[in-house]
Each structure stands twice: as structure tokens, then as C-alpha cells.
């Protein structure tokens, strides 16, 4: 079957880093997506790794590794409108955009 | 270049009852996925439409079923309402040619079976 596995909750202060770790197992694997949604929000679109290594998009940055079936999003320099739900999802097909997400990993900024 | 609108925004319908959600792809978007969300859960795959044809289905049974249509909005029918489909529904579209494979979600229709 296909899952996905995050920590349910990660608190963290204003201004620090703070890492959001997804393993995965999926029946085919092209790449790795991560979406933030605030409350009461649509999905947004963070970072996409296709290849291992690390994506770098401002104070956000996306690792991925293949032979681990893992992967993980850093935030830094959190800011409280960071305060939101983070989910990894994998895209399991070829030339498809079908997704299966993780169950999301609610992170709340602290002052 | 307009967003991803869903239609309607909240709906309550009764057990047994059918339901139509429709949405208004990105312009330029020609492939559009719906997504169920539970409360508390991440969104599930239940289909995907590219140029007018479905091509990919996740674990949702037949009385789910959608169309797209040529100007790429899309529409999502579901038969027979139980209460475990009240959730949120999204849709989402996406370029033809974003490497990225980003998906651009709408604000989702909030369905409440009672």
C-alpha cells in the first residue's frame, strides 16, 4: 500500500529553524511535492524534488533521498505566519499529476 | 491570470441525496485533479481530467464521478450521499508544462452529509 509518515505536531519559536522529516512507501515514486495550508485555507504549493539532494526557495528548503524513501522541508527564520499545516506528498505515476499525500504536520510559531 | 474558483463555497445535503461541485481551472490549465480532504487528514486523490477524459482514479467508488469540460472547468458529481462524504473537496489545476508538476488549488467546497 501507499503511506506516508510525518509528525502529527512540531512547535517551534519565532525566528529559529525548524525541520518537518516524511518517509514514505509508495508503489512508484517520481517525484516528491510539499504543500503548506493554513486554516481554513486551500494547499499551496512550496517545493518539488525530483532528483536527491537539496531545493533551496528562500527561507524554505526541500531534501530529498531516493535510496532512503526520504525527504524533508526546513523553514528558516520562522516567522508566526508560518504558524500552518505542512504535508509531503508523492507523485506515484508517470506523467500524472495524481498525488498521494502524508497526513500532515501541524506547525505552530511561538514567540 | 485568474485562480483555481470553486463553486458552491459550503453545501448541506441529506443521506441518499446527490451533489454537483464545480470548479473554474487557472487560465492555461488543462489538466485538473479533485481531492477529498477529511478533517484533521491530508487530501486524497480521486480523479484527474486532461483534455476532456479521465485519466487516473484513486480509491473512491463509482457513484464518484466527474467531467471536464472544453474550456477545462470541471465539474464533480457524487450519487448516493453517505455520511462519512462529508469532508472538503478541492480541486486543483496544473500546467501542461511545469516541470515542477505544481498543482494550484481551489478554496475547496465545504460538504456537510447530514
Known amino acids: 500500500g501507499q503511506s506516508l509518515e510525518q509528525p502529527s505536531e512540531v512547535t517551534a519559536v519565532e525566528g529559529a529553524i525548524v525541520q518537518i522529516n516524511c518517509t514514505y512507501q509508495t508503489s512508484g515514486f517520481y517525484g516528491l511535492s510539499w504543500y503548506q495550508q493554513h486554516d481554513g485555507g486551500a494547499p499551496t504549493f512550496l517545493s518539488y524534488n525530483a532528483l536527491d539532494g537539496l531545493e533551496e526557495t528562500g527561507r524554505f528548503s526541500s531534501f530529498l533521498s531516493r535510496s532512503d524513501s526520504y525527504g524533508y522541508l526546513l523553514l528558516q527564520e520562522l516567522q508566526m505566519k508560518d504558524s500552518a499545516s505542512y504535508f509531503c506528498a508523492v507523485r506515484d505515476r508517470a506523467g500524472s499529476y495524481q498525488l498521494t499525500f502524508g497526513k500532515g504536520t501541524k506547525l505552530s510559531v511561538i514567540p | 491570470e485568474t485562480g483555481v474558483t470553486q463553486s458552491p463555497t459550503h453545501l448541506i445535503k441529506t443521506r441518499g441525496q446527490q451533489v454537483t461541485l464545480r470548479c473554474s481551472s487557472q487560465?492555461?490549465?488543462?489538466?485538473v485533479s479533485w481531492y477529498q480532504q477529511a478533517l484533521g487528514q491530508g487530501p486524497q486523490f480521486i480523479f484527474q481530467?486532461?483534455?476532456?477524459?479521465?485519466?487516473g482514479r484513486g480509491n473512491f467508488p463509482p457513484r464518484f464521478s466527474g467531467l471536464q469540460f472544453p474550456n477545462y472547468s470541471s465539474e464533480l458529481n457524487v450519487n448516493a450521499l453517505e455520511l462519512d462524504d462529508s469532508a472538503l473537496y478541492l480541486c486543483?489545476?496544473?500546467?501542461?508544462?511545469?516541470?515542477?508538476?505544481?498543482?494550484?488549488f481551489g478554496p475547496g467546497t465545504r460538504l456537510t452529509v447530514t
Open positions: 486543483a489545476s496544473s500546467h501542461p508544462q511545469a516541470n515542477n508538476y505544481e498543482q494550484y
Open positions: 481530467y486532461y483534455r476532456e477524459e479521465e485519466n
Open positions: 487560465s492555461g490549465h488543462n489538466t
